[in-house]
């Protein structure tokens, strides 16, 4: 069975501007949950979804948003970005009743210059 | 607020020494999930093991072993054995029944020929 798969692996944006990220879970994996990476913060909890819906939310700024498609897979996107945002961006997908077992994708190595 | 603190930032050890990394947690919780993260420089992060809260018995995975003392809200990780490729990033763990993971900021450890 394929793992959780990230893309893009690396990208660089310049600030003021938007990206987005993608992370394809394990099939049959209906959550998808998000964490951030910096070298000062750690990781840190974005947001989760499950079955479209956002379920959980971290505490970060609204420029950071996601959203799921039918088909489990799930974007963010970082609107306006800050110098601050450069971090590895993680996915994990975990199965219905199981969020005690995620697993995680290789993330995407965001730098903002 | 749940707080997870590993208060080792890096640590080296020889081949097939015996190693233990110190986690400690802060919860109001009774029920609760904990675990360790390994993440080598591969970047992926890698599920080592997993306790329950409920379970007095401390989980075994092989070489690896944790010593769970709920009263002290500590949880240690021992590494039997060690191998080169023990050589990576460890993260302790705590998921809420909100189903977020809280990372502590990890411990360095490099296992050395």
């Known amino acids: 069975k394929a793992g959780v798969t990230q893309t893009p692996r690396y990208l660089i944006k310049t600030r003021g501007q938007q990206v987005t990220l993608s992370c394809s879970p394990i099939?049959?994996?209906?959550?998808v949950s998000w964490y951030q990476q910096t070298p000062g913060q750690g990781l840190q909890f974005l947001f989760e979804y499950f079955s479209e819906t956002q379920r959980n939310k971290g505490n970060f700024p609204g420029r950071f948003s996601g959203r799921q498609f039918s088909n489990s897979r799930s974007e963010m996107n970082v609107s306006t970005l800050e110098l601050g945002d450069s971090a590895l961006y993680l996915c994990?997908?975990?199965?219905?009743?199981?969020?005690?077992?995620?697993?995680f994708g290789p993330g995407t190595r965001l730098t903002v210059t | 607020a749940q707080t997870v603190t590993q208060s080792q930032p890096e640590m080296s050890v020889q081949e097939a020494e015996t190693v233990t990394l110190s986690c400690t947690y802060d919860t109001s919780e009774n029920n609760y999930y904990l675990f360790w993260y390994k993440q080598p420089p591969s970047r992926q992060m890698i599920l080592v093991i997993r306790q329950e809260a409920y379970k007095q018995q401390n989980a075994t995975e092989n070489r690896f072993s944790v010593n769970f003392q709920k009263a002290a809200k500590s949880f240690s990780l021992k590494i039997s054995d060690s191998q080169l490729g023990d050589t990576a990033m460890y993260f302790c763990a705590f998921m809420n029944r909100d189903d977020k993971i809280i990372f502590g900021k990890g411990t360095r450890l490099h296992i050395l020929p």
């Open positions: 994990a997908s975990s199965l219905v009743g199981a969020p005690y077992e995620q697993y």
């Open positions: 099939s049959g994996h209906r959550s």
